[in-house]
């Protein structure tokens, strides 16, 4: 059996998802993050976007969060999200939506909706977006 790490997964409402895993994949401010057992401890920011979880069977569960904290300890590894999310739970349409109400802001100067707020959801649809892609990819269409 392969080596694995204690991992949670957990937003300011719920905690998404708690178990044994053998990797954990993520998005750092400074790139991308690969977590195995006896990596080195870590506090990192996460930016918006997809958490791959391959628990210790092997199997891939996908996570979006919004932003938050990763930090490894030496037996585990805990995600504090703003939003985290299943990616089977993520809505494309609204998404979708999202997305293309911050380009027009962003396109319309004047606008009710400030530029910050504008780029903020602009970013977070598209990271909802590519957990979609990502979970899409996994399951083979």
């Known amino acids: 059996m392969a080596a694995t790490i204690s991992c949670h997964v957990v937003s300011a409402e719920e905690e998404i998802y708690s178990g044994e895993v053998q ?3 993520a998005t ?3 790139g991308e993050l690969g977590i195995l057992p006896g990596h080195t401890p870590l506090l990192s920011p996460l930016i918006p976007g ?3 979880l391959r628990n210790a069977e092997g199997e ?3 996570v979006y969060v919004s932003g938050g904290m990763l930090e490894v300890q030496a037996k585990e590894v805990i995600i504090l999200a703003d939003t ?3 990616a089977h739970d ?3 349409a609204a998404a979708l939506e999202a997305q293309k109400q911050a380009e027009h802001a962003l396109a319309n100067q004047s606008s009710e909706m400030d530029y910050s707020t504008a780029m903020i959801m602009f970013a977070e ?3 909802q ?4 892609q990502a979970l899409k990819k996994k399951l083979g269409g």
């Not at 977006?129 to 979609?132: A, C, D, E, I, V």
């Open 125 to 127: 649809a598209a990271a």
């Open 90 to 92: 993520v809505d494309e």
């Open 84 to 86: 985290a999310i299943r």
């Open 129 to 132: 977006l590519r957990t979609l």
């Open 23 to 25: 990797m954990v994949s």
């Open 60 to 62: 891939e569960e996908i």
């Open 50 to 52: 997809p958490v791959i």
């Open 28 to 30: 750092g401010s400074l």
